[in-house]
């Protein structure tokens, strides 16, 4: 479908820029978001037409907000939050431009915590969270490190990186399986119980700025460098499967969906571009430009995308 034809564009607005957003990628809190402001971390609890067809716009309320002291660089959701059960348990992990990792935790009605469970020595660039019980946090930095961290916040395991590490997953389905990307354009994946890589793939391309698991396909890795993406297949080889041109001024961020596996998309230059793509096939099922485009991610149940912006945030129905 054209770009111009696509249907449902919703608009949540801030009280500033909003650098950074993350739905929770969990079923029983998939309607929760968090959005990343420059001093702030606030979560937002949102309803769609989709769910709700007496909704002719989006349906959001604020639910918590904390403050953050410094700009917050990465964040991740913990599979333990849950507003439904009694008390509500809200968890997220994130990392400040003080290089180091919070946790913040709330009932939502007489305890709100944040407490620093880590530290690098340089920027951090990416937060993961172990999907199944939320016992392992990821992260890798500018110092040339992926470390894990336990839920308690002790140092279980560094691994040293030849370049900066801009993007760290989890494997859903093995939970001693992590995904670690460097700027130089290469993807390792380790195993964190023999603390030994196990498989390598070399995009051939830098800057290597983003890259994402597919959660649906754990077959799939994307990434983007320069101004291309790169979707590898790591049954088949360890060249990409696939690759073309995505943004002309460079890219920034990838990310697969979480509901389809065959879409991915893309933020880059010129104009602060959002791309939606099917694979395979590269074809484009959505081009949209903004004024501050920062911040990417998928819902868990709804064939939409988010996307940070000047004091909102922009939601595309693919």
């Known amino acids: 479908m054209p770009a111009d034809q696509i249907e449902g564009c919703y608009k949540l607005d801030c009280c500033d820029i909003v650098q ?9 809190a998939s309607h929760i978001l968090a959005l990343a402001t420059p001093r702030r971390l606030i979560v937002v609890s949102c309803k769609f037409p989709d769910e709700d067809p007496s909704l002719k716009d989006i349906d959001y309320n604020i639910i918590k907000e904390f403050n953050h002291d410094t700009r917050i660089t990465a964040l991740a959701w913990s599979p333990v939050t ?16 003080d290089h ?29 969270v172990h ?10 930095s500018d110092d040339l490190t992926c470390r894990v961290w336990s839920s308690q916040g ?5 691994f040293p990186l030849t370049t900066p590490g801009v993007a760290v997953s989890w494997h859903s389905e ?3 399986k992590l995904m670690v990307a460097e700027k130089k354009g290469l993807i390792r994946f380790y195993n964190i119980i023999t603390q030994q890589p196990v498989m390598s793939l070399d995009c051939g391309n830098v800057p290597l700025m983003s890259a994402d698991w597919c ?4 077959l799939h890795v994307a990434c983007i460098a320069a101004s291309d993406w790169f979707v590898f297949d790591t049954s088949r080889s360890s060249s990409p499967l696939e690759s073309k041109p995505a943004h002309t001024g460079g890219c920034t ?16 230059q010129p104009n602060c571009q959002v791309k939606v793509i099917s694979m395979p096939g590269n074809q484009t099922l959505l081009t949209r430009k903004h004024v501050i485009s920062s911040g990417l991610s998928w819902h868990y149940r709804l064939p939409l995308v988010a996307v940070g912006g000047d004091k909102k945030v922009h939601f595309y129905k693919v």
């Not at 620093?116 to 660039?125: D, E, F, K, L, R």
């Not at 999907?131 to 890798?140: F, K, M, N």
């Not at 959660?215 to 754990?218: D, E, F, G, I």
């Not at 961020?253 to 880059?268: D, E, I, P």
């Open 20 to 28: 950074l957003v993350e739905f929770c990628h969990f079923e029983w």
């Open 82 to 97: 849950s507003i439904l059960s009694l008390p509500a348990v809200l968890r997220v992990y994130t990392s400040g431009s």
């Open 100 to 128: 180091n990792v919070y946790v913040f935790n709330s009932d939502l009605e007489t305890e709100s915590t944040k407490e620093v469970i880590g530290s690098h020595s340089a920027y951090i660039n990416a937060i993961a």
């Open 131 to 140: 999907p199944s019980q939320g016992e392992h946090i990821a992260t890798v």
């Open 154 to 158: 002790e140092p279980d395991i560094c």
């Open 174 to 176: 093995q939970p001693e």
């Open 215 to 218: 959660p649906t396909n754990v």
């Open 253 to 268: 961020l990838v990310r697969w969906s979480r509901l389809q596996r065959h879409l991915l998309a893309t933020t880059g």
